[in-house]
């Protein structure tokens, strides 16, 4: 049989109104909407802003609320009573920098982010004492993310590095050689002592080989072991606790001795060539050798040109603080008696008044033109606390009938970034104070050096960025 089909009696009643109803209502707003002509609205909008505009002025003389007004001439102006247009505001006056180019739009950048003497790896809380300078890192050198665990573990590592080194001697040449350039430069930070040429060799290398061979462990290959180590930080340790010398002999090592028999024929002697010895860090392009300012005793420009012997192909150079180029650094001060007229002559080549009274900076450019020379592969070149001597950068002093100076153009005309910063916090603005004429002095010289290297450069060249401070 069919189903009974029940229809309800009640039903809800629809709460939106049918389509009909909203359209023809709409149609009836947008009719009486474009019955009006523009005049009228003109007209409307017109008193609306004069009425708005008056009781402003009765409520507040010095409001300077205002209403965007459609343009209108002067003389209708009067008759309509509409108030004169507001002037517009004056522009801001563009920003120079000291050299007098435009600054990039928006805020100036604080002076902490421009120069602060604090630590790469240092919390904000904790300052470095104004006895040191500011390190930059090389770049592309492995800094982890402060905070994190890597960077919490390589702190408390670097902290303890008295007992580390002890326990994880047989572990510690085995980790990646990211963590490995970022432990050494923890520990030159944040261990007193520095780090010294046995934890050099401890972590590039491993124990020794009297350690290795009692648990039976091979030596592993230098080749294989840091073939993928580019850059060494050393910033803070030289001069501290390993010295240019040492740095040289661990990265190159002297050729080993070849005992030969001697026989008594000419013929029966064979010669036996020597085994080359493997260098530690094969493809090493990145060094930094900063110091701190009370370090600059201990170093040496004559061990620096040993090093750069063994280094041609380095292409960054950190040499942050270093004191002005001279190979007799100690005989400043010193006089000898001249065995021809007997007159008391100086004995090294810079004395104490070349560089205030004579202007001579001739030793300093030969150290530099004998560095250039050796690193001619140099494309980044970090000067940073090095303010004293940047005219050497740009003099040129008489030689044996010759002018030397720097050059930029051949020996040193790859270099493509020169850091020139002078490492300390920037004074307060007193100009009366020597710290801020000091700076200020070195800026100049800066700039100097610039202008020098791009007018030597010409278009010859590659084109040079030289970053420095600005007050």
Known sequence: MPKKRHQSKYSKPPSVAPPILSSSSSSRAAAEHHERSVNQLLADLRRSSIRQNGSQNQNNDNN?????????????RQILQIPDTPAPAPRRPQRRDASGRRAPPGPPPPRSWISLAQSRHAPADLAKTAGCIEHWPLPGAYTPGAGSLIDQVLRRMAVDWEQQRQWNQYHLYTLPSRLRMGLLGYVSEYYGPGV??????????????????RYGVERPDPDTLNGDVFYLDLAGSIGKSVTVK???????????????????????????PAPATAKLLPNLAQLSLAIDPGSTSSVSWKQ????????PTLTHLNLSGWPEPSMTPNAKFAKVASPLTGRSIQYGGTGPYSHILDGDWSEAILVLNR??????SLEYLDLTGCGDWFPALMKESDGDFTIDFVDWVGNWGKITVLRLNSGYALPESDPTSGQYQRMADWIDAAMAVEKHIRTQRSGRGRWITVEKDTL
């Open 64 to 76: 300077n609320f205002t209403v965007a007004t459609p343009t209108v001439p002067p003389s209708l």
């Open 196 to 213: 010294s040429a046995r934890d050099l060799r401890l972590v590039l290398a491993g124990p020794a080989d009297e350690e290795l061979a």
């Open 246 to 272: 040492e740095l040289g002999e661990l990265l190159s090592p002297p050729k080993a001795v070849v005992e030969v028999d001697l026989q008594d024929s000419w013929d029966a002697m064979s010669p036996v």
């Open 304 to 311: 620096l040109f040993a090093l750069a012997s063994k280094l």
């Open 371 to 376: 560095l250039s020379k050796a690193l001619y």
